[in-house]
């Protein structure tokens, strides 16, 4: 192979990877760069590590990054919601194709639209505390969105509710791909449906549900504000119950006039979800290997 | 032969070419004044449409009316009003006029020199008459022409008074008749105040109000931040304390904290809250909704300073980039919409005052919007002092200490103690801007 030949597909891509990187590269490299320096309007002076420090320092920051840890809870939630629902759908229970189009709306809806939904619904003399109510259960009847101690919990029901959905469409896609004489043979021995649950679907889901897993993840850390953003007023509030590191940063930017504190904490971020990608992509592998064994 | 193109110019017809330009050039010189400012195009980046509809209309009408220059508008989006001027004026293309909102939301792009002083640009009479507020003062100059006010008053619900056998025509004026009303309202199963906190607004009114009521000038509130003065004074936490004591007596409204400003509003008239905080631009609405049955008040007195007890009024406004091509012509646009026929234009469209007191108000049909304009427009009246706080200080402890003592989980005292720790983080973060402030007390404790 002559060495223009070997160099032909990197020219080829060459276009493409340059325009990659001046899309992504650049922002990030001005990111790093206004972290290092006190920022006013659209430049400053080099201050070194002094935005780290500030933002290390201060108690807000270190209670965003709590209420991002906390959202992780959710995920072995979503991760159970997703698989009950999906062998529920994989068993063919009457209906199964149109629930399979129902259970996924809530993830083609965009977010602030479900968000102001659900808003209204929780609202302390909104619908759901209405029902409860109703049901004479008022001691249920919590100020789900006006309480510091419930909005949190709040978000986070939000949050199931629609990205379990795409938990369910992964699941149900993986298991429409199992073999299914397998499972007959199983349900002709006797084994009852939890039996075939634990013992012959999930042992072959493990790839599936640890990307859906490292998806979630990354989600949690860096991809919630659409949903604190709406149920937090705008605010992260009450008081500062749902602020995440995403609204922290949007704070710093764009409401306090302090791009250098938004970098460094961006800066920060970026790089832990960067460490996220890493598994990320041992599981895509090993879902691809559990595929191939099949 | 090749066929000749239209492009394909000679040297001698260049040189006809430029010599016809040079000589069109030099006649236009020639031409009168307004002939030549017909060439002039000024862009006007403004905003308020958003909150008082009907602006779009004014700002077409002025345009259209205008024959001295070129204006060019463009509606800001909400979220970028400030950010989208300071990166456009940093970079040297900001517009030749920007709608500016009050106090420290204008004051950062003063400190940054992306303003023009317009003292010596704007006829001071139109200046004065426009009332920019104190809050455009720096260094012995102002930044703005004031285009639309907002007063910020309370409302009451005059049918649910009577209900209760209050004087529907002399709401609570102390803190103490502010309480007796109260609970008579509360014994009679009304909710007697509140509104909706939870987009954090109801927070920043309640400041406005309540902060003043201590204070002998705003200067004092900057001094809070600067750490001259210290909130965890008692003096300067007292607004806090009594906002507590509302909630602790059960005076607020159960939904207020799962509610959001406007629709918290909406109860007075509805007649399912005695008492609120409003905007004066909501009044001729909610008069409507409530059939002339809402009455305008200044929140009731507790504190000792010399703001205490004074009507409240906010000012939107209007400036001159440093920017701008031609200043002078830029501010002669500025007093045209200050004329007597763009002012009748502006209520003509929007149904709301502009900010000028020469405006003509006997056109204010209504006797209660007309009292409150004499009231909040035309007699004594102070500036908002939460246009003052820094960013970092409204989003970090204004916001969040009210939506906090209102869900009964702070106290008036920690809210001081917050509000110090909050004002002491700030200016670890922006040394630079502590040095501005500092300038700034001295013009905001002159006025």
Redesign the interface.
Known sequence: MTRTSRLTPYLYVAPLVLLIAFVFGYPLVRIFEFSFKMVRGIDGPWIGFRNYQLVLGQDLFWESVLHNVQLLLAIPVMVIVSLLVAILLYERVAGWKLYRIIVFVPFVLAIPIIAVVMKRMFQFSGPVNEVLRWLSLDFMALDWIGSSDVALWTVMILIIWRESALGIILFLARMMSLDESVIEAAKLEGANWWQRARYIILPQMRGVIEFFVVVSTITMLSAVFAYVYVIGGGRGGPGTATVVVEFYIFNALIRTSLPGIASAASVMLFLVSVALIFPLFRARRRAAQDEATR | MTEKKAWDLSRRELMKMGLALGAGSALGGMLPGSARAQQLTMDWWWWGEQELPGLQKVVDGAVAAYKEATIKPMLQDT?VV??QF??A???GNAPDIQYLWNGIYHM?SVW?GYLKGLKELIKPEILTASTPTALSNFGGDTYRVGWYPLPMLWIYNKKLFEQVKLDPNAPPKTWDELLVACEALKTAGIEPLGGG????YWSEWYISHALPQNLDTVGEAVELFIGDKDFRDPKYHEHWTKLEELKTKGYLN???????LYPGIDLVPAGKLAMGQSIGTRLPADLKTANGEIGVMVMPVFGKGKLAGTPLLDVQGLGISSNAEDPKAAAAFLEFLNSPEQLKAFWDATGWIPSNTTFDSSVITDATVRSMWETWGLGKNISNVTNVM???F???AA??TG??IV?G??TGEQAGELAANTAK?WR???P?LVENYQKWVVDLSAS
């Open positions: 979220a400030i950010s300071q990166t004026a940093a970079a950062e940054f906190i939870q987009d954090g159960a939904d207020m904290s799962s509610l959001e820094p960013g970092q409204y989003e970090r916001i969040p939506q906090q869900q989980s702070m983080e670890e973060f922006n630079d």
